[in-house]
């Protein structure tokens, strides 16, 4: 039977006079019809939140944790259901789409134990002052289509623990499974403090600039950060923007290639390379230079080939919808073009057997120039620069860009070089002999035009309250 999807305002289900529908990436079929929300629905969701916000605002933390509990208890209970639909409309492999769900399980049940507490700022004969912290209102949460869920329940994890109501508004490329899962959460939580409403940018843009929301949270491109943040000064929202990112990742003369190998690997082409902190510029030592670049290219052909059978056990996949499928292949056209050497895969068309989906052959390409598009800008897709440094300063100073600074890595056996290095990037994380991937438990954010502010970990939480200071006279 055809899953069906609704937008949740209110705790009631809720089609729409207009649908959409996303192609599957991995083999073109069309997916199922999803309501797209209209301004009446989006106003509803308002007003439900902001009613349930007048007593949700006021629950405590320990009802909030139980909510979480159970919120995980749900995801996990259809955890097989909620894959497989991410996985059609994300083309990720089954086991890459139930990562985004038991990851998102992880989340829930590590807030559910995590909270901000109230702290003595400070205190003398005189006076105490105490720091408290109280929910904003209502949060508006948009996220992008590379994670989904995960991405988007990072935002209502953090909204729910502190008190927030949230709306969430997924990417128009993936909206099926964030609705589904607003769907059977229904019930947990008072109705209108959790809602999801299916549009594309007209929606986001509504978002961003209706008084009744008091803070939204952005991950997506830099571009549009830029935008909802424009828009949100009209209100003077709280703005959390988690965007774009070009990770420099800087391989020592002494790493250890047996693990640095598959690791680099990772970093580049996991999920194809749709990943915010992805490595996406690889610097070696030149004096490893020639057998690093011959055993990447060795353990890419290895483990990251196109397998069109998304049961295979594969953390590869296709490009998610053909705008980014475009994009990529122009990146790699410029790298022809321009005569770049390119050691592994470099074709631009569908690198499936049967022709079918947006599938581009992992694709490595050897020292292009610093000024390149591939080099310059963010790839997010299945291609690879290998560049190469001699002197420790020079490439720090290459690594660290003017428009990004989202994530990084280090591989050295000397943990005092790696640490000197990673001191010395300038980008909200850095991840030392390990590629990157972001921890729940850790603050993430990016630095420069990779962001504005941050969330995950107990410090994320700050952005989703005011911090009030309570002066008490002695
Ligand atoms: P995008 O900017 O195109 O879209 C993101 C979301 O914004 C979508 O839901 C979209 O509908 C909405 N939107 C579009 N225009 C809007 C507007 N004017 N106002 C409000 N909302 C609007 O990004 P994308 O292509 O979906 O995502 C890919 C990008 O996200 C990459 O650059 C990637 O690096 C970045 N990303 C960053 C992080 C991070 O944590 N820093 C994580 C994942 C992805």
């Known amino acids: 039977m055809q899953p069906q999807f609704f937008n949740v305002i209110n705790d009631e289900l809720r089609g729409s006079e207009k649908t959409a529908t996303v192609t599957n990436p991995r083999t073109e079929d ?15 969701a308002v007003v439900a939140a902001r009613k349930a916000f007048t007593t949700w605002g006021k629950s405590t933390v320990a009802e909030r944790q139980a909510a979480l509990v159970k919120m995980a208890d749900v995801l996990e209970e259809h955890v097989d259901e909620l894959a497989d639909i991410l996985s059609r409309e994300t083309g990720k492999s089954a086991i890459l789409a139930s990562l985004d769900i038991r990851a998102s399980i992880a989340q829930c049940l590590y807030y559910s134990k995590t909270a901000l507490e109230d702290e003595v700022q400070y ?41 927030n109501c949230v709306i969430v508004k997924p990417s128009p490329f993936t909206p099926y499974a964030v609705m589904k899962w607003a769907e059977i959460s229904r019930g947990i939580l008072p109705p209108g403090v959790f809602q999801v409403l299916n549009g594309g940018a ?9 008084p009744g929301i008091d803070k939204i949270s952005f991950t997506g491109t830099t571009a549009t950060g830029k935008r909802v943040m424009a828009s949100c000064a009209k209100t003077l929202k709280k703005v959390t923007l988690e965007l774009a990112g070009n990770d420099a990742c800087i391989v020592c003369p002494d790493a250890d290639l047996d693990k640095t190998i598959p690791s680099v690997a990772s970093g580049g082409f996991f999920n194809a390379g749709q990943v915010c902190v992805a490595s996406k510029r690889i610097y070696v030592h030149e004096s490893i230079y020639d057998e690093f670049l011959d055993r990447l290219v060795a353990e890419v052909e290895k483990s990251y080939s196109v397998q069109e059978d998304a049961a295979a056990p594969s953390v590869f996949g296709p490009v998610d919808n053909k705008a980014q499928f475009e994009v990529v292949k122009g990146i790699i056209e410029d790298c022809r073009k321009n005569g770049y050497k390119i050691v592994k895969g470099g074709k631009t068309t569908t690198a499936s057997a049967n022709g079918k989906g947006f599938w581009l052959e992992p694709t490595i390409v050897s020292r292009p120039p610093e000024d ?3 080099v310059k800008e963010e790839q997010f897709g299945p291609i690879l620069p290998i560049l190469s440094w001699t002197d420790e300063d020079d490439v720090i100073k290459r690594s660290n860009l003017a428009n990004a600074g989202l994530g990084a890595s280090v591989y050295s056996t000397d943990l005092t070089q790696a640490e000197r290095i990673a001191r010395k990037l300038e980008s909200g994380s850095v991840w030392i002999n390990q590629s990157e991937r972001p921890n729940f438990g850790a603050f993430f954010g990016g630095i420069k035009d990779s962001g504005y502010g941050g969330e995950m970990g107990k410090q994320g939480l700050l952005s989703y309250s005011y911090t009030q200071a309570l002066h008490f006279a002695k």
Not at 30 to 43: G, I, K, R, T, Y
Not at 202 to 210: E, N, P, R, S
């Open 30 to 44: 069309e997916l199922w019809p999803c309501p797209v929300a209209s301004n009446e629905d989006f106003e509803d």
């Open 123 to 163: 205190e003398d004969d005189n006076t105490r002052v105490v720091a408290t912290h109280i929910p904003l209102g209502v949060v508006g949460a948009i996220a992008p289509w590379n994670f989904p869920v995960i991405l988007a329940n990072i935002k209502v994890v953090s909204s729910l623990i502190t008190g």
């Open 202 to 210: 007209d929606l986001g843009a509504l978002m961003t600039l209706h």
């Open 372 to 374: 390149s598009w591939l």
